[in-house]
């Protein structure tokens, strides 16, 4: 029976990035050694992180004065490293999930911060309209796309002040203005590769603003100048980014997995408004394209270890839905192909018809 994995994160690569690090493990670059046990520092590993680099900038239109960076420690690491670089005085976030929570609380160890709007009131279903943004704040921190609750921005806002945003989970979906921002960053294990490195774009002159001493090892400017390789980086799942970058040029580019964003989601949002049985978590205006979330409607609620079971003996993995929100969710990153959402529909319609 074929599987189709819906897990939200680690989550779905396509299957030639999986053998083609695979392959790697076992012999990189025909050395007769492993990727696992290289050096970093070797003459045929350094073009990896080069052509990588490369290629994000050209996937994304980075514009010159932005260096790319692969480094470890997940997005949360990250929630530190960000005011500890650009946070003087205070710091203004749009708090829209659990994620944007964390990033707050790391933030607040710092400097003030100011939650410029949130949806809690509402669990997190809704992204915050008509807010204001600080002018005096030395950056906006925003959380892109919402794994947990099945929200989204998914355009490039205006703001008057440096931009900065985790975009873990919606990372390498659509095009970008990178000029808009002055730090973008993301754990890799949803679009990029598997996990293990983390992502960050960051604008160059925005660095070096704070009067705070940085350690080495959580200063971008460290990893700006050593180029990733300050210390040793995750080689294997940088490998796997570099693959999966190629992947996504070869098949369009970000235009291209927009296009498939959207037609993903049109297939199975479709269906969980059309399903008697089911309805999305989410406000319609604020759907993510990545994490489509969905509960049975009240009075079907019995019936929610039963649909698990089944969609399971039809080979959907990972929808079960983020203890926060219950129910289901079908995460569909750029590796979910249209016939996997179509699966997952035709599972719905026929534990429909069964009840």
């Keep these: 029976m074929k599987k189709y994995n819906f897990n939200a994160g680690p989550s779905i690569l396509p299957r030639e990035v999986i053998e083609q690090t695979a392959a790697a493990c076992l012999d990189f670059d025909n050395s007769g050694l492993s990727l696992m046990e290289i050096s970093h520092r070797a003459k045929n590993f350094q073009p990896v992180v080069d052509e990588a680099e490369a290629l994000m900038k050209e996937l994304l239109d980075i514009p010159e004065g932005y260096k790319v960076l692969f480094l470890g420690g997940g997005a949360s690491l990250e929630f530190c490293m960000v005011p500890f670089n650009f946070l003087e005085k205070k710091a203004a976030y749009l708090n829209t999930g659990v994620w944007a929570t964390k990033a707050m609380k790391e933030a607040k160890l710092f400097g003030e911060v100011v939650e410029i709007a ?52 919606d990372f390498l979906s659509r095009p970008l203005d990178v000029s808009k921002y002055a730090l973008i960053y993301g754990g890799a294990q949803k679009n990029l590769a598997m996990a293990g490195v983390t992502f960050v774009i960051v604008k160059e002159d925005a660095l070096g603003k704070v009067s705070r001493q940085i350690p080495t090892m959580l200063d971008y400017r460290t990893h700006v100048k050593k180029g990733s390789m300050f210390n040793t980086p995750p080689v294997v799942p940088i490998y796997s980014a570099l693959m999966n970058l190629r992947y996504i040029k070869a098949h369009g580019g970000v235009k291209a997995m927009d296009k498939l964003a959207h037609q993903r989601a049109e297939i199975v949002y479709g269906e969980i408004d059309r399903n008697k049985l089911f309805v999305g978590t989410a406000e319609e205006s604020s759907r993510s394209l990545m994490n489509l979330t969905f509960v049975l409607k009240p009075e079907y609620q019995d019936l929610q270890d039963e649909f698990l079971a089944f969609a399971t003996s039809k080979g959907m993995v990972g929808v079960k839905g983020h203890r926060d929100v219950g129910g289901f969710r079908a995460s569909c990153y750029n590796a979910m192909s249209i016939e996997g959402c179509e699966a997952l529909v035709a599972c719905m319609k026929e534990f429909e018809a069964q009840h």
């Design 118 to 169: 949130s949806s809690a009131d509402k669990n997190f279903t809704y992204i915050p309209q008509n807010y204001t943004i600080p002018t005096d704040a030395d950056y906006l921190h925003i959380t892109t796309n919402n794994t947990i609750y099945g929200t989204e921005i998914r355009e490039d806002i205006d703001s008057p002040i440096p931009l900065i945003a985790d975009m873990s989970s």
